[in-house]
């Protein structure tokens, strides 16, 4: 398996609380093994019943602690995230971090050299995600050697290695003043958001793909995108506030701010609460005379998904913009 699943781990902690029936669950790409990790744990300790979540996992956010209590098991085995920034499940829980196996091979390294010396920065930040964090170490020391000082930034939970990145959560990289960053992932997803949050050029040093690519270009694209957004809401007076549901995604302070911002400029406010949304259910609840939406959910859910939307749909950080009719600087995602 390309992942470390921690297997003795998982089996000893199994064994040590005494859990009689533990719940499975992986984000999309890993789901792929969980027939074989139940296998395994079904080996070492036939009495107990384990169940796999087939149910999307988008985050540590998105624990299923719900699901968990439905289904009457004792444990969930969570595979993929370390906690959620933001939250620690109530319900019992082990996280699994699932590390990949992939190695910095001298083709990345080179790549990113070349791509990171563009740019002549005195500092470079570097982060990764989770599953990469551990090639952070070697890739610093290769840019140091090419005379380049490199920080990698403290993450913001203890949960949380050095230089570690989420989705919504760029802590490792803005607590590092650094003039071009490093990040180590599959896909653009968390580039991407490293340079919304940043404002500063991203390599991409890709472990699936053993290769690095500046994506600065892809990340203006996106801003462009969003500020066409921002000036949309700039006229918005009816706002619909997205609450979420799901165990890590509800933040009602952060609804109460934003209501209590938007009703001093005599916005109308209301509230909605959503698990899944998508295009499908905005136009079940839209109506002409909402004007924007604002997500308090997942930040990711208006940028990545929800940006087609015929209406303005705007992560916090794009919203404080609006209310403080301040364009500068771009604030992403709160
Ligand atoms: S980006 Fe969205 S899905 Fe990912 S951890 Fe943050 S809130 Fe959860």
């Not at 533990?22 to 079904?42: H, W």
């Not at 580039?191 to 600065?216: C, F, H, Q, R, W």
């Not at 957004?229 to 007076?237: D, L, N, T, V």
Request: contains cysteine.
């Amino acid at each position: 398996m390309p992942y470390d699943f921690q297997d003795a781990y998982v089996i000893s902690e199994i064994r040590k609380r005494g859990a009689k029936k533990v719940l499975l669950q992986f984000p999309e790409g890993l789901r792929y093994f969980s027939t074989d990790i139940s296998k395994k744990i079904k080996e070492s300790l036939p009495s107990v019943d384990v169940i796999i979540s087939g149910d999307s996992s988008w985050g540590a956010c998105d624990v299923a602690e719900h699901e968990a209590r439905e289904l009457g098991v004792d444990l969930i085995v969570h595979y993929g995230h370390s906690p959620y920034t933001w939250y620690y499940p109530k319900f019992p829980t082990i996280f699994v971090e699932t590390h990949s196996d992939l190695i910095l091979t001298d083709k990345m390294v080179n790549e990113a050299l070349k791509l990171v010396s563009k740019y002549s920065p005195k500092k470079v930040g570097i982060t990764a995600t989770l599953q990469h964090v551990k090639l952070i170490p070697r890739l610093k020391s290769k840019i140091e050697e090419a005379g380049i000082e490199v920080e990698v930034g403290k993450a913001s939970s203890p949960f949380m290695h050095e230089g570690q990145v989420l989705g919504c959560d760029y802590k490792a990289g803005l607590n590092v003043n650094a003039d071009v960053y490093v990040n180590i992932s599959g896909g653009l997803f968390h580039s991407l958001g490293l340079g919304l949050a940043t404002g500063k050029p991203v390599i991409k040093v890709d472990p699936y793909m053993n290769g690095a690519e500046d994506i600065s270009g892809e990340v203006y694209k996106f801003l462009k995108i969003r500020y066409a957004k921002i000036m949309q809401a700039m006229s918005a007076k009816t706002w619909v506030i997205i609450r979420g549901v799901m165990t890590g995604q509800d933040r009602p302070l952060m609804v109460k701010f934003l209501e209590s911002s938007m009703r001093q400029k005599r916005f109308t406010t209301f509230v909605i609460s959503s698990r899944i949304l998508n295009l499908e259910t905005m136009r079940n609840l839209d109506r002409k005379d909402i004007d924007a939406f604002v997500v308090t959910s997942c930040p990711r859910l208006p940028t990545d998904d929800l940006y087609t939307y015929e209406k303005p749909v705007l992560t916090p950080g794009e919203t404080k913009m609006v209310i403080n009719n301040k364009l500068e600087p771009y604030i992403f995602p709160w």
